[in-house]
């Protein structure tokens, strides 16, 4: 079965400043997708940002990008010059086969506060 | 291209009553998925629609929940009777494709349906 951690439950940066959201994971799958999601409080889970599990180079998307290390089996978000509108829930996300059906796991979630 | 259309935003029952949830996914997506996101929580895949077709209900109640999507577009999922733990957050999302081949595969996220049971 597959397994997204996230052990940061909460997160205080000052605004400006980089941050870094910590996600590993664990899966048997050698063809995986991992994902990151930003839920603000209105609810609605927005995507930021994909990493495949072949792709050799991190996944960048303007402030947002992705520190892969799949020896390690982890995939940390990166958000550099964190703004007030970063303050938000964050997810990590895998899809991967779970006995046999391809399917999409959340971790558990960090929840990001950016201080003016 | 609008987004997943989900109705209603709020729901207050008593327990053992029954509720229904609605979406509209965006058009031409094949794929249609119902999560459950318990406060505190992530998202916990409840039920997954490949056109009008079930791909994985595994995680699904099937005492209480039901779910169908009519005509390979629209999806009801209801829940009954219900009980104070399906006190959640019900998330429609839907994704143009199925499987890992597809690299990313983005899944696009309604707003959700908050469901209070007293």
Not at chain 1, 18 to 29: E, H, K, N, P, Q
Not at chain 1, 96 to 109: M, P, S, V
Not at chain 2, 40 to 66: T, Y
Request: glycine share 8%.
């Amino acid at each position: 079965a597959q397994k997204i951690t996230q052990t940061q439950p909460g997160m205080f940066v000052q605004e400006k400043e980089a941050v870094t959201l910590d996600c590993t994971y664990d899966t048997s799958d050698q063809s995986y997708g991992l994902f990151w999601y930003k839920q603000p409080s209105s609810g609605e889970m927005i995507f930021l940002i994909y990493q495949g599990s072949y792709d050799e180079q991190n996944a960048t998307e303007g402030r947002y990008s992705l520190n892969f290390q799949k020896a390690r089996k982890s995939a940390n978000l990166v958000i550099s010059a964190s703004q007030l509108g970063d303050s938000a829930m964050y997810f990590c996300a895998m899809r991967g086969r779970d006995f046999g059906n391809e399917k999409l796991t959340f971790g558990t979630g960090t929840r990001l506060t950016i201080i003016p | 291209e609008a987004g997943v259309a989900q109705s209603p935003r709020y729901k207050i029952i008593e327990k053992r009553q029954s509720v229904a949830f609605w979406c509209n996914p965006i058009s031409g997506h094949a794929t249609l998925y119902w999560y459950q996101q318990i406060l505190g929580q992530g998202p916990k895949l409840l039920i997954q629609f490949q056109n009008n077709g079930v791909v994985d209900d595994s995680q699904l109640p099937k005492d209480r929940f039901s779910a169908e999507r009519l005509k390979g577009v629209d999806s009801t999922l209801k829940i009954q009777p219900a009980k104070l733990e399906d006190s959640a957050v019900y998330l429609c999302a839907s994704s143009p494709y199925r499987g890992v081949q597809y690299g990313a595969n983005v899944l696009t996220f309604g707003a959700g349906s908050r469901l209070t049971v007293l």
